[in-house]
């Protein structure tokens, strides 16, 4: 498996944003997309990214085709880089949350960097012990565990500023705007 695919169309433009793109003149913002690759499997820069995380935040849709988006916080690394592309983090038996198997989009954020990390992924919950104990293995992780939610990578891709050469940056609106709040 390589740790590129060619399917950026796919993955995020489908026909319906297309024209919307075009049409808000933003296309060309997403040229490194259009007919170019996007990563599919996590290296070492995203693994330790991961694993300094002690939050972050997954959307999906349930069966009822309701979207929804959950923040799901423990110790720094409790969200596991299983393999190249399987992250897996393991539910406490007290905590009653889950996640929708099928398509998930997991958002990481360094609000001190800004960093951020977008995977669209396949999640998938296991109550098997054999995969439930890997993402346990977490320090600071001492209760009981009864759940696996895995995900498994489809693509994912980096933003470092939160809010884009296009728009206003961090400090200046900070400079710019301390005084008026």
Same mark, same amino acid.
């Given at each position: 498996?390589?740790? +590129?695919?060619?399917?950026?169309?796919?993955?995020?433009?489908?026909?319906?944003?297309?024209?919307?793109?075009h049409r808000?003149?933003?296309?060309?913002?997403?040229?490194?997309?259009?007919?170019g690759s996007?990563?599919? /499997?996590?290296?070492?820069?995203e693994?330790a990214?991961?694993a300094?995380q002690d939050?972050?935040?997954?959307?999906?849709i349930? +069966?009822?085709? $309701?979207?929804?988006? /959950?923040?799901?916080r423990?110790?720094?690394?409790?969200?596991?880089v299983?393999?190249?592309?399987?992250?897996?983090?393991?539910?406490m038996?007290d905590?009653r949350r889950?996640?929708s198997?099928?398509?998930?989009?997991l958002?990481?954020?360094?609000?001190?960097?800004?960093?951020?990390?977008?995977i669209w992924?396949?999640a +998938?919950?296991? +109550?098997?012990?054999?995969?439930?104990?890997k993402p346990?293995k977490?320090?600071?992780?001492?209760?009981?565990?009864?759940?696996?939610?895995?995900?498994?990578?489809?693509a994912?891709? $980096?933003?470092?500023?939160?809010?884009?050469?296009?728009c206003?940056?961090?400090?200046?609106?900070?400079?710019?705007?301390?005084?008026?709040?």
């Open positions: 498996m390589t740790s +590129e695919t060619n399917d950026a169309d796919l993955a995020f433009f489908t026909p319906a944003v297309k024209p919307m793109l808000l003149d933003s296309f060309e913002n997403y040229s490194r997309k259009r007919g996007v990563k599919t /499997q996590l290296s070492s820069r693994a990214f991961i300094g939050a972050f935040y997954v959307a999906a349930g +069966e009822d085709r $309701w979207a929804y988006t /959950q923040r799901h423990g110790p720094k690394g409790f969200l596991r299983l393999d190249a592309t399987t992250l897996g983090f393991a539910s038996a905590c889950y996640i198997p099928g398509n998930a989009l958002f990481l954020i360094d609000h001190a960097s800004p960093a951020r990390l977008k992924a396949d +998938e919950v296991s +109550e098997d012990a054999s995969i439930v104990e346990a977490t320090p600071g992780h001492g209760r009981a565990t009864h759940l696996a939610f895995l995900f498994h990578v489809r994912f891709g $980096w933003k470092q500023t939160l809010l884009g050469a296009t206003i940056e961090p400090a200046s609106f900070a400079a710019e705007y301390a005084n008026k709040i």
